[in-house]
Structure formats: structure tokens, C-alpha cells
């Protein structure tokens, strides 16, 4: 205790530069049997990693399954946040790293070797029933720079007590809504670190990070310095400003008096932290820069103005409401902060929350009452939609035990690959499509809900079903016997892609049968689901397929689930993906992850970023007593601050909008300033115009304060108008009445004069600007670190690169190479035949194409050159080391070891009988392909080159570099030098 306390004091006293990577492990989990899936193994670790990264802390993962000693040799704290047992060796070589002086941080564990290091009992598990309702935990001061509290509202424990005359004290209790003490620890420490009661669940994000880093501070003398360091730096740029500086100059030009007096305390606060700073007071330091970053962040949500006619909703998992709140104050918070639509979860896939004669009955029916009813009167109340969510196929942990165990002794669930059970019912059983069925068709028959909402529209994952029942009604579809089951179905198995195509008509006969059924009962009842954010993977990997539900009219609305902690930048892209995928065919209705979220200012940003890339209205996931409490008043006060309107996009008919200016371009939805732009919007044949239409123009996700006065026309169910505007930006065309009918354009750019320009260049070739040089091409458009490898070859002499934005054969024929990096957006274009034929006939003329990671064929990219690349592995090698082959002339000047790649995994393929391998994975699967096609050369390269962490854009590595120097020179037919 006295050893690991001294280290905290140093800390203060301190000043050195320290690399967190080489300090701080999180022991990632890795799957065994009895253990939680890969993916929430990964959710707790990732969850601490972005903590901890908010104060300057890189940490780095280490498997906790063959712990190899090296991997901890200059660690300083490793920190286990959700393990199972450690294997005995393992568990030897953590037993000499604290031996040697290394300390932990462990989360919820019944491991009793790691018990008997930090000195407590045998955990015992404790479930919310016994232990009471926990809001929080309350701090001991025992580490320098832990909160007074923490909010975490865990539901069950392994309850850690100090053993007995050991050095181990009680760190945290639990303590309930009104801090009175539960009577259990949170938190004990010891000499050897410290152990905590659950998981570490986020839920009070600042807080969390300050519990989190004090633990680290214990351990690493250089923490506090360095994390002032941090959280000055990072104060106010969560948005994406270059610093708080710039951050403070937007509010200042937004014309908001509260802005701007909450953005000067914020700047004072910011100076303070600074001069704590150089006094060597790092945690005032960290305190002051912490307060900064908050009110400059609200300071900026202070100026994002609410909207009209748009959804604003929440779900919410709770069939209760919040915590012991009840429907009416739960809706009523709601109601009270500009929020109009709520989407509860009544009903799960094998248990109901209210007096179903479909479903079982939850018992706490029985004493809590009918929960539709309730929330319905709530809902009327307060003047709030209620969409009921139905959890599909996925009994889960709230439905009872002995329900499962029926289900599965009934064999009417889905097995994965490994033949292990899952909770989730089988889609092709008859028996459990009508279930599915009858259970939303009785909601609408029973309840006057304004919709009904389907969640978990899919298969678990890709490894799912491989049941007795999945094979026989596989083969079925199939027309004959599968021999090597489950294999032949598994990911890159012989009937994969015909397996995938079965699972997915299983998906989308539950949206097929209830749309139409549901609006026969009901025809104002409206149809919507919570989809994956990735719409065209999630037709392979969970058999989800948003768009053939859209082409067959199934949905109302749709509501991606775009959650994302603080990547702005790629809420925005997938949005617009998104919506380029809808063809403005239903409203779509963007789901923000606000419980990821340290601050209710970036829930803010992110309902500003979707409303600019042309979502009519968000959801919030979800609405429990953090969001109520701390981010609904923040809300009120910004986004939220005026009343939507009672008429939303899903209450009328959407139109099919078409836009032409006199002169014609080969792009339909860029024009200039200042030119007449025609707008005909088509209506649907039975639609009634009962009264009179106007149009509103929305520039960047808003009216516009001054709307033009605009002439319409109509013939029919036509409508026609033209506009022209002097500014550039984005537009969208809203036409209404004001009573029943709010439809909106897709979103047309304006540009100026220069921008078009550059715009119309864009569809020619790529500009090369000097003779004799290797003519380079690399595709843009925001494909996966394509900026780093284009800045990279302009670097070397020997290369005239440029940029490129099109596929044309006449653009492609002057160049020599062409690089094509997997695209983040667009990707249609590389999926299709026809693309797939202009770059073979592209290089069967002479010319050498480079693909990088999925664009070498998979995730329903096409594979250009099967000679060379004979097959590509559905599943990418969840491993960053490759070794080249020394034999081939790529290989020149590379090391002769493993080599680190800057993304986590690579995809890997089989040569055809033109390809040789050039690198492959530590395992020996090849992950680089090269060979010569007719005249041309063609190089797939399974590595994510420019491609970082959270899939983000990041330097090349001095190999990463060279190997791209390689394949360039090899492509042009240059010797190496």
C-alpha cells in the first residue's frame, strides 16, 4: 500500500517525458469457452483505451491468452478490464510482473489467483436485487486526483473485500441516488494496484477518466505532467478546429452574447490551467484545462439553432421507464426539453412487457402492470409519438432463464460455427417467423401507437446459424446436399455467397410480411427499423439488407445507427452514404450514440452534423437518467430549444425530386451561384393537395431566415419551381402545407465560380505535369488514406503523381500506374462489372493497377485480375505484422523480419496462376499478390496502408513507405534502386 501510494505523491513532484505505449497495457480479452463474445471482450477494452486517451494516455493492447513477458517488459500498470481466468501460465508470467515492481488495475473478476495479488477474498457475485440500486460510487482520497464520485449504475458486482490484517483498504463504496452508502465496496487497493467491483461502463465520462487516470498516476510518475500537457492541448477541439483558439473565434463570429461570455470564461479558465501548468501543479492543471474544455464545448452548442419539422426521439432498453421514475416523468423530461417521439422496448423475441397473448409474459407484468398502456398514456399526455422497438429473434438477458432453456431444448435457436447455442431464434423455422409476425401485428391491433420498430433485424454475426435445421432448410434453397457442413457455409466456404443470400431472405421476410399486414389493420401506423451503419457489408456479415427493404417499400423511415464517441468526420461520411442510398425515398433518421458521449455539447455537434448532411430529424440511444438529467437541459438550450411542429417528413408523402440548370453537366446534383436551377418534385399518384403549397429553401441543414418569395407550378401531382442563390453551400427544397404534406429535396451543392470550375476538370483526366516522369494516378475521393499515399509519391522525384476522380477510359489512358485504395464512400462504383471491365481492359492494354486492402476483391468489391488473385478471404487476418517474400523484387530494401503495418488487420487471398505472393501474414496466409496480366501488371495489397486506428487516415510507416516506392516501381517496370 505505503509503495504504491509514494508513487502517486511523486508524481506531483516529477516532471520527465514518459510514452505511455510503453507504460500502460490493457490485457485485451480474447475469447474461450464459458467466456463473453469477442465483440464485448473488445467494447471494454476499446471503452478504456478512448478514456484514458482523452488525458494524453496511449495505452497498449496485450492479449490476455499466451502472455509473452516481453510484451510487458516496460509496463508500468497493466489493467484487465473484463478477463476471463488466466491460464496458468499466463497467470505465472502476471505474477512476475508484479514481483518486479508492476501494479493493476482489475475489473470485475472472480480470477482467485489475481484475488490473492491485490490481497482480497474470493469475490462473491451479487446481483441489483440484493446489492440495491446503485447511481454511483463514492472515493476514498487515497490516490491523488480521484473524483469525490463516479455515476455508474451497474447492475451486478463480484464484491471485493480486503483480506483479512492485509494491506488492501477500501477505495470506493457504492451509494444510491441520494449518496446514502449501499454497505458494498466499489473499489479496494493494495500495494500491487486495485480491483473494482463491475465493468467500467462510461457513464460518466469525465469523472471516469479522472478515476481511471489517477490509477495510472499511482504507477507512472510521469503521468501528471504529461496529462496536463494533454488537457490543455486538447481543450475545445472536438470539432475538428486546429485549437481552442479557433473554436473560440467560431462563437465569436456566431453573434450569441451567451456564447460569447461563456467562451471568455472558458479562455480565462484555459490561461489558469496554464499557469497552474508551469507552477507544476498538474492536477490543477488538468482541473482548470478539464473546465475549459467544457465551457468552450458548450459556449459552441450554444450556437447550433433548433429546426422545425424534424423527429427528435430517443430509445430507450428499459420497459419501465427510467430507473424507478415511472412513464409519465420519463416522457415528460422528454416533452419538456423539445424531444416528440419516443422509441421504448416492449417486446424482445421470446418475452413481452405488457399483456401480450403472443408472447410470454414477463412476470413483473403482473405487479407493474401493462407497460405499452402506460407509456401510452405518457405519451398522449405530453404530446410525444411512441414507436414501440422490437428486439428480433434476440431473447436476451431480460427475457427469464427458463423461457431460453425451453427455446433451446426445442432446437428452434441458432447455433454457431462451433455448434455452441446463442439465444437467438432461428429465422427459417416457421414457427418463429410467426411469432415474430403475430408479435408486431398485435401491437398495432391492441395499442393506437403512432409505429412499431424493428431492432435486431438480423443475424447475430457472420458465424450464425449452423444449426441441424439451418443445413436441411439451406439445402433446400440450395437444390442439393451439402457435403462438408458446416464448412461449405462457413466465411470463405464453397455455397458462402449462396448461404449468405439465404440468410438474408430469412431476414427480409419479417419486414416483407409485416408492412403490409401492418397497414391493412392500421394504414396510418407507421413502420420503421434500426439498422447497422454499414449498409453494404451488413448484407454479408449479418444478413441485413436496408436497401432491398426500401426497393420493396417496406419502411416508413429508417433509423441508422451511427454511433460514434468523437468521430465527427466519419458520422458525416456514412451519413451521407446513407442517404445517397435511400434515393430520398423515406426520411432517414439518424441514431446518435450520446451514451458514448463525454458531453452533451457533442451530441449537439452531431445532431448539427446530420442535420447539414440531410437527415430529417436523429434518435438518441438512449434515454436513461444521465441523458435525462445531464444532457436534455444542455440540449434545451441549443438544438432543442423551440418546438419542432406537430408535422414531420414520416406524417407525409415523400417526392421524387429532380433538378436541371439550362446548361447540362455530367454531375446531376452540383450548379453554380447565380444560375437558375429547375426543381420538379413528383408526388405519388393518390396524393391530395388540400391546401396551398410553398417552398422553403434549407441551406446547410437550415431555412434559410429569409426565404425567397418562389413561384410554383403545378400539373397534377407535379410540382415545379426554379430558384437561384448568390451563395455557395448546400440546399435542400422543402415543399409544404403546413397541415399534411412536408417533403424534402436530396441535398444539391452550389458552388462558386472557381469551386465549379475545379468540379468540371474533375471529370477529365489527371493532370500531369511534366515529361518523362512515371504518370501516377491515385484515387481520392476519400478513400482510405489515399492523401498520405498521393503526398508520398509526390515526394519522390522519379514520379509525376496526381490525383484521380474518375474512371473514365479516357482518363485512365494516360496514366502509367493507378493506385486504388479502398474507397470510404462511392463504393458502388467499385462493385460493379462494368467498372471491373474498364480497369481489366485498362491493364490488358499495358497498363498496372495497385488495390489496396478490401478493394483487392471482398466486402463485394470485384476482384479485377482472378489470374492473378485466384480468391480473397471473406474474413480479414486480425493481425498487423507481415513478412515479405525475399525472393521477389517488391521485396528490395524491406526488412527481413516481421514488419509492423499502422492498421490492425489485412485481408489475404490465394495466388492464381499468374500471382505470386510477395508478403503474408506471421502465419503464412498471402496478404500481398503481384503478377502480370495480358500487357499490364497487377499488385493487390491486403494491407490498410494509410489507414490508423478507429479506420481513420494516418502516416505511412518508413516500411509502409518503401513497400509502396516498391510496388510503384515494379508496377512501371523500373529496376529497383
Request: hydrophobic content about 40%; some cysteine; overall charge positive.
Amino acid at each position: 500500500m505505503k509503495n504504491f501510494l509514494s508513487l502517486a505523491l511523486l508524481a506531483c513532484l516529477t516532471i520527465a517525458t514518459s510514452s505511455f505505449a510503453q507504460s500502460v497495457a490493457i490485457m485485451k480479452g480474447i475469447y474461450r469457452e464459458g467466456s463473453a463474445s469477442q465483440g464485448e471482450l473488445d467494447n471494454h477494452s476499446n471503452r478504456i483505451k478512448a478514456r484514458l486517451e482523452t488525458l494524453g494516455v496511449k495505452a497498449t493492447l496485450v492479449p490476455d491468452l499466451n502472455i509473452k513477458p516481453d510484451s510487458l517488459k516496460s509496463i508500468k500498470i497493466a489493467i484487465f478490464p473484463y478477463n476471463a481466468p488466466l491460464l496458468e501460465n499466463d497467470a505465472k508470467t502476471i505474477g512476475d510482473f508484479v514481483a518486479n515492481g508492476g501494479k493493476l488495475l482489475v475489473f470485475y473478476t472472480n480470477d482467485e489467483y489475481l484475488a490473492k495479488l491485490l490481497d482480497i477474498e474470493k469475490p462473491k457475485y451479487y446481483p441489483r436485487a440484493q446489492f440495491g440500486s446503485p447511481a454511483a460510487v463514492k472515493f476514498n482520497a487515497l490516490l491523488q486526483g480521484l473524483p469525490q464520485t463516479m455515476a455508474q449504475n451497474s447492475w451486478n458486482i463480484l464484491h471485493p473485500v480486503p483480506l483479512p490484517n492485509s494491506p488492501a483498504k477500501v477505495l470506493a463504496r457504492w451509494i444510491d441516488k441520494d449518496g446514502k452508502e449501499l454497505g458494498y465496496n466499489a473499489a479496494t487497493i493494495s500495494k500491487n494496484g486495485v480491483v473494482f467491483a463491475h465493468t467500467y461502463l462510461d457513464q460518466d465520462p469525465m469523472q471516469g477518466a479522472k478515476f481511471l487516470f489517477a490509477i495510472v498516476a499511482g504507477a507512472d510518475p510521469d503521468a501528471w505532467p504529461n496529462a496536463a500537457k494533454s488537457a490543455i492541448d486538447n481543450a475545445g477541439v472536438f470539432v475538428g478546429e486546429n485549437s481552442f483558439h479557433d473554436l473560440k473565434k467560431r462563437i465569436d463570429n456566431a453573434y450569441d452574447d451567451d456564447a460569447r461570455k461563456l467562451a471568455y470564461q472558458a479562455d480565462k479558465l484555459l490561461q489558469n490551467a496554464k499557469l497552474a501548468q508551469s507552477n507544476k501543479k498538474y492536477p490543477e492543471a488538468v482541473d482548470l484545462a478539464q473546465q475549459a474544455d467544457v465551457a468552450i464545448k458548450n459556449a459552441y452548442a450554444k450556437t447550433i439553432p433548433p429546426r422545425r419539422g424534424e423527429l427528435r426521439g430517443a430509445w430507450i432498453h428499459s420497459a419501465y421507464g427510467i430507473s424507478d421514475w415511472g412513464w409519465d416523468k420519463t416522457i415528460k423530461t422528454l416533452a419538456e426539453n423539445g424531444f416528440n417521439a419516443v422509441f421504448p422496448n416492449m417486446l424482445w423475441g421470446y418475452v413481452a412487457d405488457y399483456e401480450s397473448d403472443v408472447l410470454p409474459r414477463h412476470p413483473a407484468v403482473k405487479t407493474k402492470g401493462d407497460q405499452i398502456k402506460l407509456c401510452l398514456e405518457a405519451c398522449e399526455k405530453y404530446g410525444l409519438e411512441m414507436h414501440v422497438w422490437k428486439v428480433c429473434w434476440n431473447m436476451g438477458y431480460h427475457t427469464p432463464p427458463e423461457l431460453i432453456k425451453k427455446m433451446q431444448d426445442a432446437n428452434k435457436t441458432q447455433l454457431k460455427l462451433d455448434g455452441s447455442q446463442t439465444r437467438y431464434l432461428a429465422p427459417h423455422i416457421p414457427e418463429n417467423l410467426q411469432l415474430e409476425i403475430e408479435a408486431m401485428l398485435e401491437i398495432v391491433r391492441k395499442y393506437k401507437v403512432h409505429g412499431i420498430h424493428f431492432d435486431y433485424i438480423r443475424y447475430p454475426d457472420s458465424s450464425t446459424d449452423f444449426s441441424g435445421s439451418a443445413k436441411l432448410d439451406f439445402e433446400k434453397f440450395l437444390g442439393k446436399q451439402v457435403e462438408n457442413w458446416p464448412k461449405d457455409c462457413a466465411p470463405n466456404g464453397k455455397y458462402r455467397t449462396k448461404y449468405n443470400e439465404w440468410r438474408r431472405n430469412n431476414i427480409t421476410q419479417l419486414v416483407k410480411n409485416v408492412y403490409p399486414k401492418a397497414k391493412k389493420i392500421r394504414s396510418d401506423i407507421q413502420v420503421s427499423a434500426a439498422v447497422f451503419i454499414n449498409w453494404e457489408s451488413a448484407k454479408n456479415s449479418i444478413a441485413q439488407d436496408p436497401v432491398d427493404w426500401l426497393d420493396n417499400n417496406c419502411l416508413d423511415f429508417i433509423c441508422p445507427m451511427n454511433y460514434t464517441a468523437d468521430d465527427h468526420q466519419m458520422l458525416q461520411r456514412i451519413t451521407l452514404n446513407q442517404l445517397k442510398a435511400t434515393q430520398n425515398r423515406v426520411p432517414l433518421y439518424a441514431g446518435l450514440g450520446s451514451y458514448q458521449h463525454a458531453d452533451p455539447a457533442s451530441t449537439a455537434h452531431q445532431i448539427d452534423i446530420v442535420r447539414k448532411a440531410g437527415a430529417d430529424g436523429f434518435i438518441c440511444f438512449q434515454h436513461d437518467s444521465r441523458f435525462a438529467t445531464q444532457f436534455l437541459p444542455n440540449l434545451k438550450d441549443n438544438a432543442t430549444s423551440s418546438n419542432p411542429g406537430t408535422l414531420l417528413p414520416h406524417h407525409s408523402p415523400y417526392a421524387t425530386f429532380t433538378f436541371k440548370a439550362k446548361k447540362e453537366y455530367e454531375f446531376k446534383d452540383i450548379f453554380k451561384v447565380n444560375e437558375a436551377v429547375n426543381v420538379t418534385a413528383a408526388f405519388p399518384k393518390n396524393t391530395r393537395f388540400r391546401k396551398p403549397l410553398q417552398v422553403n429553401i434549407l441551406k446547410n441543414g437550415y431555412h434559410v431566415q429569409n426565404q425567397p418569395n418562389i413561384k410554383i407550378s403545378r400539373s397534377r401531382t407535379n410540382v415545379n419551381c426554379e430558384f437561384s442563390t448568390r451563395e455557395p453551400g448546400d440546399y435542400r427544397i422543402e415543399i409544404t402545407d403546413n397541415e399534411t404534406i412536408l417533403t424534402r429535396s436530396q441535398t444539391i451543392r452550389i458552388l462558386d465560380d472557381e469551386a465549379f470550375k475545379d468540379r468540371v476538370a474533375r471529370e477529365g483526366p489527371p493532370l500531369f505535369r511534366y515529361d518523362g516522369k512515371v504518370r501516377v494516378a491515385v484515387w481520392q475521393d476519400n478513400a482510405y488514406g489515399a492523401t498520405y499515399i498521393l503526398n508520398e509519391l509526390l515526394n519522390d522525384n522519379v514520379f509525376d503523381a496526381a490525383p484521380l476522380h474518375n474512371l473514365k477510359p479516357t482518363s485512365l489512358k494516360p496514366c502509367q500506374v493507378i493506385i486504388l485504395p479502398q474507397p470510404r464512400q462511392n463504393s458502388t462504383l467499385f462493385k460493379s462489372e462494368e467498372t471491373a471491365k474498364i480497369l481489366q481492359d485498362y491493364i490488358n492494354k499495358g497498363g498496372a493497377i495497385i488495390t489496396t486492402h478490401a478493394m483487392v476483391g471482398t466486402r463485394g468489391f470485384v476482384n479485377i485480375a482472378p489470374l492473378v488473385v485466384a480468391t480473397v478471404d471473406d474474413k480479414p487476418a486480425q493481425i498487423s505484422i507481415w513478412k515479405t517474400n525475399r525472393r521477389h523484387e517488391i521485396a528490395r530494401n524491406l526488412p527481413t523480419g516481421d514488419i509492423q503495418s499502422t492498421f490492425v488487420d489485412m485481408i489475404t487471398m490465394k495466388p492464381g496462376r499468374a500471382g505470386t505472393a510477395v508478403a503474408t501474414t506471421s502465419s503464412g496466409l498471402p496478404a500481398i499478390v503481384a503478377g502480370k496480366v495480358g500487357r499490364g501488371r497487377y499488385i493487390a495489397c491486403g494491407l490498410g496502408l494509410g489507414i490508423g486506428r478507429n479506420d481513420k487516415d494516418a502516416k505511412l510507416s518508413e516500411e509502409d513507405i518503401q513497400l509502396l516506392h516498391n510496388m510503384v516501381y515494379w508496377s512501371a517496370g523500373l529496376r529497383l534502386r
